[in-house]
């Protein structure tokens, strides 16, 4: 099975001496060493599949894993395998352990835009950015291991004091609605194996050995949490790329890398080097860019593909003019080539750059999916159906209880939401709880209380059929008991009713055949649901289509050809991390854009661009400089060739026209 490695892949797979570092440059075939070595420690080395975990950043890299683990290990068992994402992980300790920690083992998961309400209440603002600039504040403490009274300690300014206050008041109202957010699912294992040695010794026994993937992205609890498990010895592989850590914003901590050499004396580095994907060209320019860099260890991609096309640099008048040209480049490259539209992939540093493209791209029918856009799980249909879901898991979950208790209308106004609220905080009990209490029952008229408990009443049946009949029966019993189809066209136009029905029907009919096939009723499935919607929507079939994609959401693609758009100063790099002395993570932000390509990349940057209605002159970005010259073919600049740019120019377009003339 080791004989289609490289020598240092082989290395990698076979190492198990102490804990180790591999640190594998773009492309250089890190997920099939993780695989290998998956394999090699139960067929070779007397794991139990049981007492090892894959820990990666994303459920779509979890499920390849899983896949090509089954298919390396033909037809023998992987049972108890855990292939998984860091949240996944966390979530599955804490529900097993959840009453030490003093919750009770259905406690709920809330996404952001729940966990955005809870401070807009604690804050009593409407203000969004404050409210955008807290959240993430309280975010950043919980991913450094930081609890509301040393954030309040360590507090030196009045925001960051005031910030540190609503955290204490937000892990307060969160802990009472027996609720935790994403953050909380690294935080609180990490909390509880330092607590109680007894939990930590059962889940290193459990867990013997541990390979975490894209380890620069790890922040300074997921980094805890992994040495908590490993314990003394390091039982783990950790595979990354010191070049590709492009997360800082989100308080991942390429310092991990070094302190693992720190923490872990024993600690042993293999470099993957040998890269499977891309040209020596591509490769000559990511690596000439990359050297800019201070570096935390040496390394030079190289391969074996040959030295492949130059790289365009074209420098546009205007962004409109940019959208129109790649468009049209693409179009005419791949009816040169014969390849298809997911060959392609147009890459920008912000959303807001993709509206010109979907314009342009639509209006000459190319078909495209744009990455990190809504995800399925943001709509509000899907959300309203979850809120359900959420809170025949849990009761004890208000926000749930609030968009259930109102979606579609039952009776239940504001006025008695308000007065349960106000009762449920006096009483520090649930808005469920609270509404079949004597004390409450007496503050409102006898037609409210009816509907309220009415409600009440309809979950807590819900909730004994959740875990006895068929999920997909319970689900369309409670879509009918609702009325939600009717809803629907009652407070939509037919058309985005109908869409919505169908997104609905699309839900229900995915939850039915997951309980179906994994065994699973409804309140597992719940759980599995809250989780999956933040991490990312659910698995589809990639459709022959551009991908248009931000640098972030990019990484671990590839693509057979690239355009990267915008590379301008302010842009790339971002004008914020020019101003905050942030150049080397733009810096791997373009680098991992580079390596995205296989066969062809093509950069382009705007001599003026509009901004906020005015239109701004623009500087070509520092990284293009930083290209090696003898690989690259400039057009559209002062400094380009002006006779051999048209000339070149004159040329293909009289072999487009040709070729579509044929065609014709």
């Known amino acids: 099975m080791l004989s289609k490695l490289n020598p240092p892949q082989r290395e990698a797979v076979k190492y198990l001496d102490g804990p180790l570092l591999v640190l594998a440059g773009a492309g250089s075939g890190k997920t099939r ?72 083992p259905q ?149 991990n890398l ?49 030295t492949g096309d130059m790289i365009q640099v074209a420098a546009m008048r205007d962004d409109e003019h940019e959208a129109e040209t790649v468009v049209m480049k693409l179009m005419a490259h791949k009816f040169e080539h014969r390849t298809k539209f997911s060959d392609y992939a147009i890459l920008y540093r912000g959303n807001h750059q993709a509206r010109l493209l979907e314009e342009h791209l639509r209006s000459q029918k190319v078909p495209y999916t744009v990455s990190g856009g809504q995800s399925f799980f943001d709509k509000a249909e899907i959300k309203d159906l979850v809120s359900y879901l959420r809170l025949i898991a849990n009761e004890d979950d208000d926000p749930a209880f609030i968009r259930a208790a109102t979606t579609p209308k039952k009776g239940i106004g504001n006025t008695t939401l308000e007065r349960l609220g106000e009762y449920a905080a006096q009483k520090h009990v649930s808005l469920f709880e609270a509404a079949f209490e004597g004390g409450f029952q007496q503050l409102i008229g006898a037609k409210q209380l009816d509907d ?24 369309n019993d409670l879509l009918g008991a609702i009325q939600y189809e009717m809803h629907l066209y009652d407070s939509e136009e037919p058309r985005a009713a109908e869409t919505k029905w169908k997104n609905v029907m699309d839900f229900v009919g995915w939850l039915t055949k997951k309980g179906d096939d994994d065994e699973r009723n409804l309140l597992q499935l719940t759980q599995m649901v809250a989780l999956m919607s ?56 373009m680098y991992v854009g580079i390596t995205r390509a296989e066969r062809s990349l093509h950069i382009s940057w705007c001599k003026k661009r509009k901004r ?38 004159k040329e293909r377009m009289a072999q487009i026209r040709a070729m579509l003339n044929a065609k014709g």
């Open 452 to 475: 309220l408990i009415t409600f009440c009443n309809f979950i807590n049946r819900m909730q004994e059929r959740s875990t006895k009949d068929p999920a997909g029966e319970v689900l």
């Open 258 to 306: 070094r302190q693992l050499t720190v923490d872990f004396t024993r600690l042993k580095v293999i470099k993957l080097e040998q890269n499977y994907r891309s040209t020596v060209r591509i490769l000559r320019a990511a690596n000439q860019v990359i050297a800019n860099n201070p570096k935390l260890f040496e390394k030079k991609l190289w391969s074996e593909h040959g």
């Open 534 to 589: 933040m991490l990312e929507g659910r698995e589809e079939g990639e459709p022959d289509a551009v991908k248009l994609s931000t640098l972030h959401a990019s990484k671990g693609l590839e693509f057979g050809h690239v355009f990267l758009i915008g590379v301008e100063e302010g842009i790339l790099p971002h004008r914020e991390s020019v101003d905050n002395g942030k150049i080397e993570e733009e810096r791997r932000l």
């Open 33 to 104: 060493v993780i695989t290998h070595k998956i394999v090699h420690l139960i067929d070779q080395c007397g794991y139990a599949p049981k007492e090892i975990a894959a820990i990666t950043f994303t459920n779509k890299a979890a499920r390849e894993m899983q896949e090509r683990v089954g298919k390396l290990l033909e037809g023998k068992p992987s049972k108890g395998l855990t292939v998984t994402t860091f949240h996944s992980l966390g979530l599955q300790m804490l529900r097993q352990e959840a009453t030490l920690l003093g919750y009770k």
């Open 612 to 649: 906020a209605g005015e239109t701004e002159s623009c500087e070509p970005s520092r990284f293009i400089a930083e290209l090696p010259t003898d690989d690259v073919r400039h057009s559209g600049m002062p400094g380009a060739d002006p006779a051999a740019s048209k000339e070149h120019g």
């Open 107 to 255: 406690f709920s998961i809330l996404d952001s835009s729940d966990s955005f309400k809870i401070l807009a209440d604690v804050l009593a603002t409407t203000d969004k950015q404050l409210l955008r600039r807290t959240q993430s504040q309280i975010s950043n403490w919980k991913n450094a291991f930081v609890t509301p009274d040393q954030a309040k300690a360590q507090a030196d300014e009045e925001d960051t004091h005031a910030a540190a206050k609503v955290y204490q008041l937000y892990q307060q109202t969160l802990k009472a609605y027996q609720a935790v957010d994403f953050d909380d699912l690294i935080r609180l294992p990490v909390e509880l194996f330092e607590q109680h040695a007894d939990a930590l010794n059962k889940w290193q026994h459990k867990l013997k050995y541990l390979l975490i993937d894209e380890y620069q992205d790890t922040n300074a609890c997921q980094y805890r949490l992994v040495k908590l498990l490993t314990g003394v010895e390091g039982r783990f592989t950790a595979v990354g790329d010191d070049d590709q850590a492009i997360y800082g914003w989100r308080g991942a901590d390429v310092e």
